[in-house]
């Protein structure tokens, strides 16, 4: 309720800066597009973006990307299954390697929808804070003097801070899947799900370690804004990390890779969720996005420092990490 | 390159700055591109006054350095030398405080990544006893520093970047002593030690560096043998090899017969050849090994010691330090022993070739016809 209130705040600022629409209604706070109301439309700067290989005016970018997952929202994960053949969760599991967060770590998985990334991070720092305690009680068996008395002097020693895990996604059906999945699996301590835009997220400046966003960001619509949002609400020294659909180098590969996207890839979606034209914009995003260097130039500008990037199964995925110093 | 850096520090030791220099530091700087992408972020973070930041009085001089000194070696090397020196000092320098209004947080934007990498692996330093040499010391390290735990991904290399860390710094500090030292025998305010002692004295000096963490050593010494660290960590041992044997007055020539590249043929090192009294009558056998054989003998001493070190439950590790100069007497013993048994060798076979001779007089073999 609290965050609504600010998102309001926050809107009004916004409106009177930069010349966006400002929604009038709605928990979910989305600076800079139309909801259709014809009155606003005097504001919009007829700048367009591209929408898969569709060239669209900005404003309805973003309407149409909430429309696409809204409608797979369901069936997404069994989609993803399908389309990459199971790899989708290699590449997040590599996403985790990457992280090798530490206990204690706080998490915002942004596009985080149905909540893989952070059902991985929280099964990983567990295993972590699990080997840990076996470690220590390894060397406790055979305790000095000094340790037992420690033991019961420090009692406040415990590691205070639990890692906790906060989905944002624009989309709400999203959510509701993560959600109905975070509590079948019994994962459900430490786990918040909030409705957010990446251009504006409702955090609090310096709030936390590390910042996710897997295979969302090329839907944003300005980019570079959603940048500068995970610089804001990262702690010094905080690290942002990006798996995305990336440019494939070898030309073999990248021709299997493009027969493989534009004719399988929209049949699959047809016949498994009922919707050609959301996996047909999918494809088309995929290459639309600016390729491994071109993002890493994108994240440097934003201000992160030591930005990398590891490329996967030949290029179509690529992990990009940055640092704010 | 190496000659000039030896140089510079070497200069700036003796210029009495007393503060642990830093050598570059072996990992590959991994952003070197973004160093002045860097510098111009920096200018425009500080517009949005990042007041979060802990002022540190190392801000101050590294502002100073980066404004004096031009050359980017100088740079890196003078503000590294204060980035490790500043958390172990734990208190702002005096003469440094007048410059921190106004430059305080601006001298910290200016810090680059190795800087930064430095100074957050010294801070780990101090958790090593809890953690062990880990990822989670690193990282209670960044978190006194004030940064996220996250930060700990910069080290691709984990733990080996923490060891290889502290040895670096084990290595300056050692040669600053050192050099310390050659300037007090220089002035004449100390007498110069035998080779032997001076040999034992500085491998007892390094060695003794260990001792806060000697507890977890072990596990420093299997990370140092992984495969991908041996290159780092051989070289860090023949560096320091080298080092202890050019301040023990080596100035002997390798195998080829080629001047060895540290010879005091470069005009920054003159202070030290003519005015080194090597007493060359009472050790020539020690003279007489060449380059190689003097590096290969100090670094097997060097590694048995800290293997005995290990180990050592004696107070004071007093077995360590009689083992190490029962070894360095063996060194001495061998050379001096090759040398007798070459000599006894020559005179044996002058002895053998006199007998021929008076064998062949008195056979009459020798008798003209």
């Known amino acids: ?325 | 390159m190496a000659a000039l850096l030896r140089g510079l520090r070497a200069g700036r030791a003796l210029r009495g700055l007393g503060s642990v220099v830093a050598t570059p530091t072996a990992t590959t700087p991994q952003c070197s591109s973004l160093r002045r992408g860097f510098h111009c972020a920096a200018l425009r973070l500080q517009d949005e006054s990042k007041s979060d930041k802990p002022p540190s009085s190392s801000s101050t001089t590294y502002h100073e350095h980066y404004q004096a000194h031009s050359t980017e070696q100088d740079t890196t090397a003078a503000s590294q030398e204060d980035s490790a020196s500043d958390p172990a000092a734990e208190t702002a320098s005096g003469p440094n405080t007048s410059y921190q209004d106004q430059s305080g947080e601006q001298g910290e934007e200016y810090e680059t990544e190795e800087q930064l990498q430095a100074r957050i692996l010294t801070a780990a330093l101090e958790f090593v006893p809890q953690h062990g040499w880990s990822m989670e010391a690193i990282a209670a390290g960044a978190e006194t520093l004030g940064l996220s735990s996250a930060s700990t991904g910069m080290f691709y290399n984990g733990a080996g970047d923490l060891v290889l860390h502290f040895i670096t710094h084990c290595n300056s500090q050692l040669t600053e002593i050192l050099a310390e030292q050659h300037k007090q025998v220089q002035l004449g305010q100390a007498e110069p030690k035998e080779t032997a002692d001076f040999l034992r004295d500085a491998i007892e000096t390094r060695l003794r560096m260990y001792i806060p963490y000697i507890e977890t050593w072990p596990q420093a010494m299997s990370i140092l043998l992984l495969p991908h660290n041996i290159p780092d960590s051989l070289k860090h041992l023949s560096t320091l090899v080298d080092d202890i044997w050019y301040y023990a007055g080596d100035r002997s020539t390798d195998v080829s017969g080629s001047h060895h590249p540290r010879s005091p043929s470069s005009s920054t090192h003159t202070f030290l050849s003519p005015l080194h009294h090597h007493p060359h009558n009472i050790r020539p056998a020690t003279l007489q090994m060449n380059w190689y054989t003097k590096r290969a003998a100090l670094t097997g001493i060097y590694n048995t010691t800290e293997l005995v070190m290990v180990q050592d439950s004696s107070p004071d590790f007093q077995d360590t330090w009689n083992f190490l100069d029962n070894r360095i007497q063996d060194v001495v013993n061998m050379a001096t022993t090759a040398k007798q048994v070459q000599s006894t060798g020559e005179a044996v076979v002058q002895g053998l070739m006199g007998a021929a001779v008076t064998l062949k007089n008195l056979t009459g073999l020798n008798q003209r016809r």
Request: hydrophobic share 40%.
């Open chain 1, 1 to 325: 309720m609290a965050a609504s209130m600010r998102l309001l705040v926050k809107r009004v600022i916004r409106l009177s800066h930069r010349n966006f629409n400002a929604t009038a209604a709605g928990v979910s706070g989305r600076s800079g597009c139309c909801w259709g109301t014809a009155s606003c439309r005097c504001f919009s700067d007829d700048r367009s973006t591209h929408f898969g290989f569709e060239t669209v005016p900005e404003a309805e970018k973003a309407k149409r990307v909430y429309k696409v997952f809204e409608n797979v929202a369901q069936k997404y994960d069994i989609m993803n299954d399908a389309m990459s053949l199971g790899i989708h969760r290699l590449w997040k599991d590599s996403l985790l390697h990457v992280m090798n967060p530490q206990p204690g770590a706080q998490l915002l998985d942004v596009a985080g929808g149905t909540g893989d990334i952070a059902f991985r991070f929280l099964e990983y720092v567990r295993s972590q804070q699990e080997r840990q305690r076996r470690r220590s009680a390894r060397s406790m068996q055979t305790p000095s003097w000094k340790d037992i008395s420690n033991n019961y002097s420090t009692e406040e020693e415990e590691r205070p801070q639990e890692s906790k895990a906060v989905v944002c996604d624009i989309n709400k059906e999203m959510l509701k899947v993560g959600k109905q999945k975070g509590d079948s699996m019994g994962i459900s301590a430490g786990l918040s799900w909030v409705v957010g835009d990446a251009e504006e997220l409702p955090f609090d400046d310096d709030q936390f370690d590390i910042y996710t966003i897997a295979f969302g960001i090329r839907n944003v619509t300005h980019i570079d804004q959603a940048l500068q949002e995970a610089l804001r609400v990262l702690k010094p020294g905080g690290r942002f990390l990006c798996l995305e659909f990336s440019k494939v180098t070898n030309p073999v590969l990248a021709r299997l890779y493009d027969a493989y996207s534009f004719q399988m890839i929209p049949v699959l979606g047809e016949v498994i969720a009922g919707d050609w034209k959301s996996y047909q914009y999918l494809v088309e995003s995929i290459r639309k996005f600016p390729d491994q260097e071109a993002f890493k130039h994108m994240i440097e500008d934003a201000g992160f420092y030591c930005v990398q990037y590891y490329s996967f199964t030949g290029g179509v995925v690529a992990i990009h990490s940055g640092f704010k110093l």
